[in-house]
């Protein structure tokens, strides 16, 4: 069961890794964007993990600070779209946890994010990451696999999907700038879901 600690493990996990891994999406961002990218999810996940918590927050208020987080001290396109992925997973968020609810809840993440950008998949986004994530997961519930699996297999599909940016053209935000010049890159919102992913197979069952 995935208590409100779990999912506070999952968002400390991932400020850990923005923190590391900084350098390295700056600059896939410096290729196709303006090189800004790893900063700003490093310091977006850092404020929000500054604020003190409360270890009976609920999962909802943890992915509420986050997302709220993200919109407020991270300018540009990812920071209030990462936010809304956060806040929406977050409203959405059923406890106890099961492949069903957490498919849902990241089903409603991507489809906050593809209503707030406008990108569709194949647009060279984050949501070619966290698309396919919510698919594999739906997948899952189809299935009637457990959680652990169904959250390995969503990981999996995530940086599947963010490696699948390389070859394609970016159509939304700064790299669409770029036109045929921006493939051949990976997509660095699209590398930061699949970490963001990856960290919840880590933490949530
Ligand atoms: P900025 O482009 O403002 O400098 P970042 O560098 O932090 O912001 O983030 C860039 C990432 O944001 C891209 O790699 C892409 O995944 C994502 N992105 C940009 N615009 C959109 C959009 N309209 N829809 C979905 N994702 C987007
Ligand atoms: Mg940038």
Redesign the pocket.
């Known amino acids: 069961m995935a208590t409100g600690d779990a999912v506070q493990e999952w968002l400390r996990d991932a400020a850990q890794i923005f923190a590391e891994r900084a350098a390295e999406l700056n600059e896939l961002?410096r290729a196709?964007?303006?090189g800004?990218?790893g900063s700003?999810?490093s310091r977006g996940l850092e404020t929000a993990l500054t604020i003190p918590i409360d270890s009976q927050m609920s999962p909802t208020d943890s992915l509420k600070q986050v997302g709220m987080a993200l919109v407020s001290t991270?300018?540009?396109?990812?920071?209030p779209?990462f936010g809304t992925f956060f806040l929406r997973v977050g409203q959405n968020w059923q406890t106890p946890s099961t492949t069903a609810g957490i498919a849902e809840a990241v089903r409603a993440g991507v489809a906050g994010?593809?209503s707030?950008?406008?990108?569709v998949e194949g647009?060279?986004?984050?949501?070619d990451a966290l698309a396919p994530a919510a698919q594999s997961l739906e997948d899952s519930v189809t299935r009637d696999l457990p959680l652990e699996e169904a959250l390995r297999l969503g990981a999996a599909a995530a940086d599947q999907g963010a490696q699948a940016t390389l070859g394609m053209m970016a159509r939304?935000?700064?790299?669409s700038y770029l036109g045929e010049r921006s493939i051949g890159h990976l997509?660095?919102?699209?590398v930061?879901?699949a970490i963001i992913l990856n960290c919840a197979a880590r933490h949530i069952s």
């Open positions: 961002d196709i964007g303006d800004d990218h700003n999810m991270v300018g540009g396109a990812s920071g779209l994010v593809m707030r950008g406008k990108a647009d060279k986004t984050m949501v939304r935000g700064r790299a997509d660095p919102g699209a930061s879901s």
